[in-house]
C-alpha cells in the first residue's frame, strides 16, 4: 500500500479549508460547486479506492456536522461515491476531460438522489430537506463544470507527491 | 486476501458507521459537534473575508488615484493651455497698444458688470421700463447698458434712460425710441435693430438680396461703443420689405420678455470709479 500519510492528511486538511473559505466567500447567486464531492470523485479516479473513500466518510460527516443534512448522510454518500468512481477508475479514462465531467454528473446525481433518500427515510420529524429540481439541475451543471479544475489540480498533486503512477490496486 | 479486499471492507465499515449514525438520530447528539465545527470554520473565514475587502477597498483606491492622475494631468493640459492663451493675450494687448497709439484709434471699452434688482416695471400697455434698484450712487450713468441673461447666454434687456440717486430707469429695447446697432451673425450682415412694442423689434437697412432668414439670431455689433459686441438682441421671425428701395427688414422676435426678468446686469465703463455711498 503507498498510501502517503502525510499527503492524505494535508489533501483532507486543505481540502476541508478550501471549502470553508470558499463557501464563506461565495457571494454570486449561483450554488458554489461541492469541492469536496468533486475531489473524492477526482481521487477515486486516479485509483486511491480506500483514500477516496477514507476522505470522503470524514470530509461527508464534517459536512453534515457543518449543514442541516442528518448526521452520517453525507459522510456514507461521499464514502460511497469514492468507492465506486475509485472502482470503476479501470474502466474510465479520467484523464479526459469528458470523462471527468461525466464522472462529476454521475457522482453529483448520485448525491442529490440518496441525500434525499436518506431525507425521506431517516428524517424523524420536521421536514425533509429536499431540495428543489431546478437548485439540483443548477448543482449538476455547476459541479460538471468545475469538475476538469478539480481533478486536473488533484491528479497533478497525486502525480507530484505520490510519485506518479496511478493504483488501480483494490486496497491501494 | 485481506489487501485485496480492504477497500471493500472499508466500505462496508463506513456504510455500517454512516448507517449507524443516521439510525440511531446521532443528529441530536452532535449538536456540540456542529457548534465546533461552526466555531473552527469562523476564524477561518474572517481573515480572508477582511483581505477580501482590503482589497477591494485597494482597488477603489486605486482607481480613484488613476482618475485623480487623469483629472489632474486634464487641469495641467487645461493650465498650460490657459497659460499660452494668456500670453497670447498679453501679446496681442500689448500690440493693440502700440497699434493704437500709432494708429490713434480709442480702445474698445471694457465693462463692468453691477448685479441689481427690478424694482417696478412701467404699467402702461406699451411697457417701455423698468426701474431697478441701483442709481448714481453704484456707479450708473445714463446710457449704460442693461443685460439679463437667458440661459447662459447674455442678452440685451435696454438701456439705462434715467438716473437717480438710488434707482434708474431702463428704457427697454422694444420701446420704438431705442435704437442698437446690430449683425446677423451667420451671415455677416449689419443693420439697426429698433423696438416696435413690447414683443417686437424690427432690424433695418437689410439689403434687397439679403440672406437673413428666419432662425437667424441677431447679436449687437458693437459700432458706437454704447453696446459690447456679442450680446444676444433677439431671433430672426421674418423679412418684409422696409418701403425703401433696396432694403429689406427683419422681423425680430425679443430674447429677453421684461416681465419675466427679475435680476439685471448694468454694464458700467471700466475706470470710472463709483461714486461712494455716504
Redesign the interface.
Known sequence: ?KLNGSFWTGLFLAGW?FH??VS??WSIPVPSPQWLLLAVLAVGSIGR??AA??LG?FWG??L???GSS????Q??IL??AG?AV?RLSRQVDAEKALSQVILAAGGTLFYLVFLAQ?EL??R?TGVPHVPPIGAALAQLLINAAAAPLVFRLVRAAGRRFLGGEESHA??? | MFRKHFSSLLFIVYSLLGLAFLSWSADNAVQSLRHTVHYLMSPWSDPPLAAMEQLGDTGRNLSRLISQDRVARSLEERGLTRTMDRLWCEAVEAENVRLRTLTGLAPIPRYRPLPARVWSWETSAALRSVTINRGARDGITATDPVVAFVGDKPAVLGQVAEVFPDKARIMLLTDPSAAVSAVVPRTGEQGVIEGEGPSRLVLNYLYSDTAAAPGDEVLTAGLGELFPSGLLLGTVVGLEDQGIESFRRALVKPAIQATRVREVLVLLREGRAPVKRP
Not at chain 1, 442528518?70 to 448522510?73: E, K, R, Y
Request: aromatic share 18%.
Open positions: 500500500m479549508l470553508a473559505v464563506s466567500l479506492v480506500a473513500e477514507t466518510f460527516l464534517m453534515d456536522a457543518q442528518l448526521f452520517g448522510a459522510g456514507w464514502a460511497a468507492f475509485g436518506s427515510l431517516f424523524g483494490y486496497g491501494d
